[in-house]
């Protein structure tokens, strides 16, 4: 059974001192759609693309002044959509906030990536705590975050009540998104010259949703994409975010650190969800000699002047380790990984040419793009729209 | 006098009243190919720009979902951002709403477009604001009518404070001295406005044309002032000579009190055309092309809207409705409101009875505005007299057909405008504002 490889993309790589040591222009599209390409040759299941409403830092919350690191990003939607008419197979994954962007918006752009693309749109839902980028906007007050961050009972964010509505209302975001998206039946378009009717407004749905922090009307003004819905993919490091995904994602991206992490969180989210799929996430430093690859890592610690510090686990070796890494991860319940390189596009190379020939070699990855759509790659079904079955 | 240069855009021909679904050449308004092939042909003709119009929420009448027109289109800029991966030149202007949006994120989003396309993006701010639309927002209809411009002016002032906030030269990238971004070169912004409160710093280096091209597209006292302050280019209704005259002068005349030359803002009516081998032929095009907008359907939803009367029961091909409009209702939503309608209603209930019209007949006498009819030669000649009369700068061209209704005009009328001199031979520049003439 084929595993699932996905790669987040991010600037010039998930190392802060990355940008020193790669050739890569972060602001030009080219560099982009030179990575989109190597992915797609690599026959990746899908890219990620990252993205904040504030400028990268490395404090909690707010700018830090550092000026020998990336600073800058464009937004992931409309980069993504830039980058699908290069591409023909592979699943674009952008970032967009539940907090501050409106989910009409956000649900019309992902809609509209997916017909940009011909069925290959994700959307990566991420919530916004922030009360730097509350600032941006004006419009809400957030307690900063070092404050929910230091509450007595540690960093088990859940207990935050700031942290668990961003999350109530995330949910909300997402489940707006998918009533837009079924709006349009399928056929609802009927161009019926002899009644003069372009659209059969009984397969036009209200999504009438009213919830605690929006209501959307609806129907959506974009019809109803290639895929039905576009596929969710939520990061999640706890409970919380455990709930948010199995409520409202297709894809849940854990970080566990070990084999045993790794089995722990698949029974936790199992028991949540019996269908989300769930990938691990690794930050990864390739080289075909392992000793190059913490070699080149120390030195990019070094320019930082600070060890790499993540999120999710950090490996450091041959493309070859790591396929031996991710099928013992394999047997856990993980059923793909998202790969974020360390450095670009050199750890990008050694995932799309060595790790996917590795994996080939041991009968855990595709020869071939099997699918024409994201679902497709990833197995998903396509949905039915919730309204078509209440129609008479 | 020198001649003036005809600048063109292009109207993607998907949902608007006049676009014809009917005709069997017409393909899809949502496929990517479609704007893919209207995009290339805009280019193929050295068009300016490329040019998408906003609905947030689906129009109703008698408070239902209207079924007759085109509807279902992409989020703009998303769409325009895929375009600039298939074209090289042309300009991609999208109408994007000031009133549901956020200065922040719609900056960011604008200027990431003008990045990624090398410096071709255009925003036409409206400022279309009601409870309808609202109702698929946060924040519902929460802003006056006469506030629109206001907090659009202010939103259009506080983005141009975000681009103008990174220092030209901020991005270093020095990677010897480990300097990515110039110490000091990310300025804070801090506004506080009647509409707008915010604080922080921008995630986006200066792009290729600084800011986008920033379009309007509102006739009233507001919206011509609004666009004498801050815009590049209007979008306006008036294409026929006389009026165009008119609205020229009006706007171009609102430019000195903000400080600014007449050639900084480009007035761009909405221009159909029909064209024919012959005058006749061309006559009878557009009359075909009429018949087609308005379906026997559309012309009792027409008069619906004016009449703010259920006329369902009533033959479109048969006598002017006899009953009274009624006033005191409004079937039509998520359209720009007809105005005066007892005024619009006496004056077709006696063009009606003067030229014997059935409704179909009055409905697509009234509605016509077909701005260019003739052949390649007169139309060509046409649009230049417009311009070097001082009626418009250029026309952002309104096809009827998806996607393949601006092939004729390129293959046959660009080549006669090259010929006349009054557009370039070929792009010149590289950025949208090149292609403007606005330095
Ligand atoms: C030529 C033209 C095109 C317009 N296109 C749009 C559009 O695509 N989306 C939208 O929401 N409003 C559109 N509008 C509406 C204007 O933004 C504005 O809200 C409306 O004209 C009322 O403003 P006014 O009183 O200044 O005319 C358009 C207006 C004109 C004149």
């Known amino acids: ?392 | 006098m020198t001649r003036r240069r005809v600048h063109l855009a292009a109207h993607f021909p998907g949902v608007n009243n006049t676009t014809v679904w009917a005709d069997p050449r017409s393909g899809s308004q949502i496929a990517f190919s479609s704007f893919a092939h209207l995009a290339r042909t805009a280019e193929r003709g050295g068009f300016d720009f490329f040019f998408l119009a906003e609905g947030l929420r689906l129009r109703e009448l008698k408070g239902r979902i209207h079924d007759l027109d085109v509807a279902g289109r992409p989020e703009s800029l998303t769409v325009l951002s895929a375009l600039a991966a298939v074209t090289d030149r042309l300009g991609l202007a999208g109408t994007v709403n000031a009133t549901f949006n956020e200065p922040y994120e719609l900056a960011r989003r604008l200027a990431t477009l003008d990045h990624l396309s090398g410096g071709r993006a255009g925003w036409n701010v409206v400022t279309t604001s009601d409870a309808f639309t609202g109702a698929n927002f946060r924040r519902g209809g929460f802003l006056d009518h006469a506030d629109r411009y206001e907090r659009a002016a202010e939103f259009v002032r506080l983005a141009r404070r975000l681009w103008d906030s990174w220092e030209p030269d901020a991005v270093a990238a020095d990677r010897e001295a480990g300097v990515f971004v110039r110490p000091g070169s990310i300025g804070e912004v801090e506004h506080r406005g009647r509409h707008f409160s915010i604080r922080g710093r921008f995630t986006l280096p200066r792009s290729p044309q600084g800011r986008p091209v920033i379009i309007q597209a509102g006739d009233s006292d507001e919206g011509r002032e609004f666009a004498a302050a801050e815009a590049d280019v209007v979008f306006s209704r008036h294409g026929g000579l006389a009026e165009g005259k008119a609205f020229y002068a009006d706007v171009k005349a609102r430019l000195a009190r903000y400080g600014r030359k007449p050639h900084q803002l480009k007035i761009m009516p909405a221009a159909t055309y029909a064209l024919g081998d012959t005058e006749a032929e061309a006559a009878e095009n557009a009359a075909v092309i009429r018949r087609q907008q308005v379906s026997p359907q559309t012309a009792i939803a027409f008069l619906e809207q004016v009449w703010g009367r259920d006329l369902s029961g009533h033959d479109p091909d048969g006598p002017f409705p006899a009953v009274e409009p009624d006033l005191s209702s409004d079937l039509s939503q998520g359209r720009v409101a007809i105005k005066d309608r007892a005024g619009v209603a006496a004056r077709w209930r006696a063009l009606a009875e003067e030229k014997k019209l059935s409704i179909r007949e009055l409905v697509i006498e009234v509605t016509g505005r077909q701005t260019f009819v003739g052949t390649p030669q007169s139309v060509a000649r046409q649009i230049d007299e417009h311009v070097q009369a001082g009626a418009a700068d250029g026309f952002i061209l309104v096809p009827h057909l998806t996607p393949g209704g601006l092939d004729d005009f390129v293959d046959r009328v660009v080549p006669l405008l090259r010929e006349r001199g009054a557009v370039r031979a070929g792009y010149t520049g590289t950025t949208l504002r090149e292609h403007l003439e606005l330095e």
């Open chain 1, 1 to 392: 059974m084929t595993l699932h490889l996905a790669v987040a993309l991010d600037g010039a790589g998930w190392h802060p001192a990355a940008w020193r040591e790669s050739p890569a222009d972060v602001f030009s599209p080219a560099h982009w759609a030179g990575l989109l390409a190597e992915a797609e040759r690599g026959l990746l299941d899908l890219v990620t693309i990252e993205d904040a409403l504030g400028l990268q830092s490395t404090l909690p919350d707010g700018p830090d002044d550092r000026t020998d690191q990336v600073r800058g990003r464009f937004d992931a939607v409309l980069l993504a959509a830039r980058l699908a008419p290069l591409t023909t197979r592979i699943g674009l994954v952008p970032t967009a906030t539940t907090t501050h962007t409106e989910p009409f918006h956000v649900a019309i752009g992902i809609a509209t990536l997916d017909h940009v693309s011909g069925g290959r749109a994700g959307w990566r839902p991420q919530v916004s705590p922030r009360a730097s980028e509350a600032a941006h906007f004006g419009r809400r007050e957030f307690p900063p975050l070092d404050q929910v961050l230091n509450r007595p009972g540690g960093a088990d964010l859940s207990a935050d009540p700031h942290v668990r509505d961003l999350f109530a209302e995330a949910a909300d975001a997402v489940e707006v998104a998918r009533r837009l998206w079924d709006s349009w039946e399928d056929d609802a378009e009927i161009r019926d010259v002899a009644t003069g009717r372009f659209l059969d407004r009984g397969k036009l749905h209200y999504a009438d949703f009213a919830g605690r922090f929006f209501s959307v009307k609806g129907p959506s003004i974009t019809p109803r994409p290639p895929q039905g819905q576009p596929v969710v993919a939520a990061l999640a490091h706890a409970r919380l975010p455990y709930e948010f995904a199995a409520r409202a994602a297709d894809v849940v991206l854990v970080t566990p650190h070990s084999a045993g992490q790794a089995r722990a969180i698949v029974e936790e989210v199992r028991a949540l969800s019996p269908d989300l799929k769930i990938f691990a996430d690794l930050l990864v430093f390739l080289d075909e000699d392992g000793q190059a690859a913490r070699r080149r890592k120390a030195r990019l610690d070094e320019l930082d002047g600070a060890e790499l510090a993540s999120d999710a686990a950090i490996f450091t070796g041959t493309p070859a380790e790591l396929a031996e890494v991710l099928l013992e991860w394999r047997r856990t319940g993980i059923e793909g990984f998202r790969l974020r390189p360390g450095a670009l596009p050199h750890d990008l190379f050694r995932i799309t040419r060595g790790l996917t020939a590795e994996l080939r070699r041991r009968g855990a990855f595709r020869h071939a793009y099997e699918a024409a759509t994201l679902r497709g790659l990833l197995g998903l079904p396509r949905p039915a729209g919730r309204y078509a079955e209440t129609a008479p």
